[in-house]
């Protein structure tokens, strides 16, 4: 195996490993909330997306005014965009009063694989080549696999609306705009907004939509602004827009903030808290482990007179459970079922993981018994926090029956449950079993899914077998899945770490292709590896390239 010069693999060796450990070891939390995984990773283009961006741009710009649109809003007024169904991995589109279509989740998948592999000059004349009839159900379902890869989400989306038979829903907005969102490309969001106004097609879902990407780019300021300008375009906000709002934000690691507004929104008597407003504030607080928080919201809630019901309860129960105070959570559960309120399968699964997480299994396996007892069907959440449970005491045979018995039960087992034994057995260094695994998920019926991947791959470049890395890398491509940032992060630092820096910088190169800006760490480390490696004129190209893209006018 290859190695960095000594200078740089003192460089690296510290950072980029320890980085790569503890992501493997975290890889499940960072990505609960991520969305269902998209196609193919494309191959690295020859000419940067931004530039291709910034010819894109002026069909954005153009678009984006009612009086040189090229279709007429009067084409579509009183035609309600149909409603459809995508499911994944299924050959039909169920579109209601259309019949069936066939063939839209194949085309798709030819689609993407044809945008993700050209360069961007050759986008549009390989689509035209193609051949495929531009439904709405097709647009829709591209954008929502390109959600990874925004830029390549755009490039699709102009070539459609010049097709026969393309039409501008809200839908195919929504999933455009959740795409360059993720790569913060917020002035083009707002162009499509105006675009989306121009054709009658705003709703709130398009606000919150914006309101989240900027939570999640923490961005907070912009987030109440964006949620603030619904009014003006006569969308009135109500009590549960508000309490939406504290949810997102709360959901944002900006519990503050939203606990904020709750106040606000009580002095001026705007709207007076109900008990959605309390549950969420106490999810957020719970979220950050600040029991003190918890309760006073809690006492705020009872003070109102607004008694707590069974979701209620279960938000004081994970506030417990998550900052290991599980005794204090069982104390919780007890006063539930004495004032009548019936546990939910919800607060079985939080306290069986919080007993887990303390790894007092025999407890967690008595709340389970007591769940089945309770006359409630066997679920998959419940089934996989058990199978967690009997993770975190090493006890993977166990866990493994727990399977068995989903089979049984005809519940499961889903991507989560082999993502939750993954993530033990690789945080267990059982790196041969983990990969066992990994490999039967597919013959289980449970194809793996983005999360899936990054775990493995930053299994692999931890522990210095960057081969099978990429190995799990081309077979995600096989599958449609886009890679996240994580994952570059990974395979980067693990071939940099190898000496492989003319691969490091594909790969680099692609990262940047795709519109997702690096981590300064890795950057960091990627230039000064190739410093030290004498490839000096190589990281000023990469600095470069960077830097294009921080100065890009695309990003708000």
């Not at 069909?59 to 007429?72: D, E, K, P, Q």
């Not at 491509?477 to 190898?498: Q, T």
Request: proline content about 5%.
């Amino acid at each position: 195996m290859r190695r960095l010069a000594r200078p740089a693999s003192r460089l690296l060796g510290s950072s980029a490993r320890s980085t790569l450990r503890a992501f493997s070891a975290d890889a499940p939390g960072v990505f609960d909330e991520m969305p269902p995984p998209p196609p193919a990773s494309p191959a690295l283009p020859r000419r940067s997306s931004f530039a291709h961006a910034r010819q894109v741009l002026g069909g954005t710009r153009v678009l984006g005014f009612c009086t040189v649109a090229r279709r007429s809003v009067d084409d579509h007024a009183g035609t309600e965009p149909p409603r459809f169904t995508v499911v994944p991995g299924d050959t039909t589109v169920d579109c209601p009063g259309s019949g069936a279509l066939v063939g839209v989740s194949e085309a798709t998948e030819r689609v993407c694989r044809v945008v993700s592999t050209q360069p961007e000059l050759g986008i549009a004349s390989a689509l035209d080549a193609l051949g495929v009839a531009v439904s709405p159900e097709l647009v829709a379902e591209v954008l929502k696999n390109l959600s990874n890869a925004g830029m390549l989400a755009l490039a699709f989306f102009r070539w459609a609306e010049r097709q026969e038979g393309f039409r501008y829903t809200a839908e195919s907005f929504h999933y455009l705009i959740e795409a360059l969102g993720k790569i913060k490309q917020f002035r083009l969001v707002w162009s499509l907004v105006e675009t989306m106004r121009c054709r009658c097609l705003l709703s709130k879902d398009t606000f919150k939509l914006i309101v989240r990407r900027y939570a999640r780019a923490r961005k907070v300021k912009e987030a109440v602004e964006t949620f603030e300008k619904m009014g003006s375009f006569g969308l009135k906000t109500e009590l549960s827009d508000y309490n939406w709002l504290i949810d997102t934000l709360s959901k944002s690691k900006q519990v503050k903030k939203g606990h904020a507004i709750y106040k606000e929104m009580k002095r001026k008597g705007k709207f007076i808290p109900d008990l959605k407003t309390y549950t969420v504030l106490m999810e957020g607080w719970g979220h950050e482990k600040d029991l003190l928080m918890v309760k006073t919201v809690y006492q705020e809630m009872l003070d109102a007179g607004i008694r707590p019901d069974v979701v209620s309860y279960g938000m004081l129960i994970s506030a417990f459970c998550k900052s290991g105070k599980c005794d204090e959570a069982i104390k919780v559960f007890r006063e539930m079922e004495v004032s009548g309120c019936v546990p939910s399968p919800h607060v079985y699964c939080m306290l069986i993981n919080g007993l887990g997480s303390e790894e007092r299994l025999d407890e967690a396996l008595k709340y389970f018994e007591l769940y089945k007892e309770s006359g409630f069907p066997m679920e998959v959440p419940t089934c996989n926090a058990v199978v967690g449970a009997y993770c975190r005491a090493s006890k993977f045979e166990h866990a493994f029956k727990m399977v068995d018995e989903m089979r049984k039960c005809k519940i499961g087992p889903n991507s989560r449950t082999y993502d939750i034994i993954l993530h033990h057995m690789i945080k267990s260094q059982k790196f041969e079993e983990a990969y066992h695994v990994f490999q039967r998920m597919g013959m289980d019926g449970c194809e793996p899914q983005l999360n899936t991947y990054t775990m493995m791959v930053g299994m692999f470049c931890s522990n210095e077998r960057v081969d099978m890395a990429l190995k799990v890398w081309k077979q995600m491509k096989v599958k449609g899945v886009l890679p996240c940032m994580h994952m570059f992060s990974a395979l980067i630092n693990g071939l940099c770490f190898e000496n492989r820096l003319e691969e490091a910088c594909v790969y680099f190169q692609e990262m940047l292709d795709k519109g997702i800006r690096p981590p300064g760490q890795l950057f960091s480390n990627l230039k000064e590896a190739l410093v030290e490696g004498g490839r000096i004129s190589l990281a000023q190209e990469m600095a470069s390239k960077l830097d294009a893209l921080r100065k890009t006018p695309l990003h708000g």
